[in-house]
């Protein structure tokens, strides 16, 4: 039976589900259900939950979590995810599995408390230094947030880095119907590469830090990073496509502002209008193969998301070969599925100017 | 088949649950649901908002654009959401707290004085169960035993209120239906 959730207490019961025993974050809105939930749920089986005295110590607990092999997760907002990327770049550089979740709001600086999509670049391009890649899903429902945090843990595993989990105030925020699948369990001590106490010696027990330092020679380094970051980006492309066969028109959107543009293709097909919509499930790596079988026959992407200026827009101009780009950043509102409808009638009548 | 509600009131008159209610007796029906709060820079004491769609299919976006049920427990949620009622809606208030509901149109204002009706119960607690009991009997979204069936699970860790709970429903239902 389905049941009625939260995003996310749904997010956080499926870190469970997966096995996950380490929480370690601090409250902010709109993420503070997961800390709350987990406060009480990790006890239960066993494992450990710290609201700790900050982000920063948030983050690098689960790197040492992460260190011993245990399943580990932290989760923020705005400014508090700001304040992990510096962790998320050592757990890379460590290449450690671990999820982070940012429940994104709106604006710069401590912004609103409200939902927003405004992390896009911080979560894709690196929000750290030293142009390490994340994994980063965005779900855009309930459900999603339970199957995408679950699969985030194990393909944090299969490629031993750090995924990203670009939910926002909307889907964190809403109930809605969702199926549990049954629970994982996880032996923390199956890993070659985990510390596991004081008599495992180096190369069996790792030295835990940085490995350009120990595990490559000078000149193997790079190539390592590039196979490795190449690899994600061939096989771990996720998107849905919504009626993007005949489509004339293709709206590119994720997350909450894809569930306003899947309304805006229905009324348009009903209106005799060849709308689509390619939903990005990974944002990094972004769905290009997606754009690539599109581009011989669609006449235009629309890319609507909520923030002020445009963000994955630039993604969608990057694969679109050519393909006219047009945006529709709808700033702190959610976009409107009238409007959409409206800027997609001005790309066709010719009168609405490219996004670049 | 798409519903779209509102639950409007005062912060703390437990307007945001009743919408959970709803919703959950939506799902427990394999409805498709979404219910999502306002969350903004809400204050004490000021008003508060929940919005729930039911499905067929599968819902787009979970914020509301036209509304066709309205529960208002105060007298801003109405003139907030007024302008967006769709022309055959329903506007469900507790009359013990709104006195003065603007008629527009062909919108159906059902008022109910949840509060007496269940003072005269002895449950004063049970003024959001007794407007479910009223939304039941002006809608026609769930037979009775849906309702009645989805209170009882959503207060499952709570046995001892289940009676009081289901007689606030019957009182609000029964308070309508003899309308």
Known sequence: ?356 | MEKQFVFAGFGGQGILTTGLIIAHIGAMQDKEVTWIPSYGAEMRGGTANCTVKISDELIGSPFVKKIDILVAMNQPSIDKFLPQMKDDGIILVNSSIVKDVPRKGDIRVVEIPATEVCEKISYSRGTNICIIGALAACTDLFGKECYEEGIKHYFAKKPQFHESNLAAFQAGYDYVAKE
């Open chain 1, 1 to 356: 039976m389905r049941t009625l959730m939260k995003g996310n207490n749904a997010l956080a019961e499926a870190a469970i589900l997966a096995g996950c025993r380490f929480f370690a974050g601090y409250p902010i809105t709109p993420q503070t259900e997961i800390l709350e939930y987990l406060s009480t749920r990790l006890p239960e089986v066993g494992g450990q939950f710290v609201q700790t005295e900050s982000e920063l110590a948030g983050i690098n607990m689960v790197l040492g979590a992460a260190a011993t092999g245990f399943r580990a997760m932290t989760s923020s907002s705005g400014p508090g995810f700001s304040l992990k990327q510096e962790g998320i770049s050592y757990i890379s550089s460590m290449e450690l599995p671990a999820v982070i979740v940012d429940v994104m709001r709106y604006g710069i600086g401590l912004g609103n408390i409200t939902l927003g999509q405004g992390d896009y670049f911080q979560a894709v391009k690196g929000g750290g230094h030293g142009g390490y890649k994340t994994l980063v899903y965005a779900p855009s429902s309930v459900q999603e947030n339970v199957d995408y945090t679950i699969l985030a843990f194990d393909k944090a595993e299969e490629y031993r880095t750090p995924v990203i989990i670009l939910s926002d105030g909307a889907i964190g925020q809403m109930a809605e119907s969702v199926k549990l699948p049954e629970g994982k369990e996880h032996d923390p001590n199956k890993f070659e590469w985990t510390l596991k106490g004081k008599d495992d010696t180096y190369p069996n027990g790792r030295k835990m830090t940085d490995r350009i330092y120990y595990d490559f020679k000078y000149t193997e380094y790079d190539p390592h990073i590039r196979d490795r970051y190449s690899a994600m980006e061939e096989n771990e492309q996720m998107w849905e496509e919504v009626e993007t066969e005949d489509a004339e028109i293709i709206l590119v959107a994720y997350g909450i502002t894809s569930r306003v543009c899947r309304g805006a293709v229905k009324a348009a097909r009903a209106n005799g209008v060849k709308l689509g919509m390619i939903r990005p499930i990974t944002l990094w790596p972004f769905p290009k193969k997606a754009l690539h079988k599109t581009n011989k026959t669609v006449k235009a992407y629309l890319a609507v998301e909520m923030n002020a200026c445009g963000q994955m827009v630039e993604d969608v101009a990057l694969y679109a070969q050519g393909t006219p780009v047009y945006a529709y950043p709808s700033g702190r509102v959610i976009a409107d599925q009238e409007e959409i409808l409206r800027i997609v009638d001005e790309i066709r009548a010719g009168t609405r100017k490219e996004a670049f």
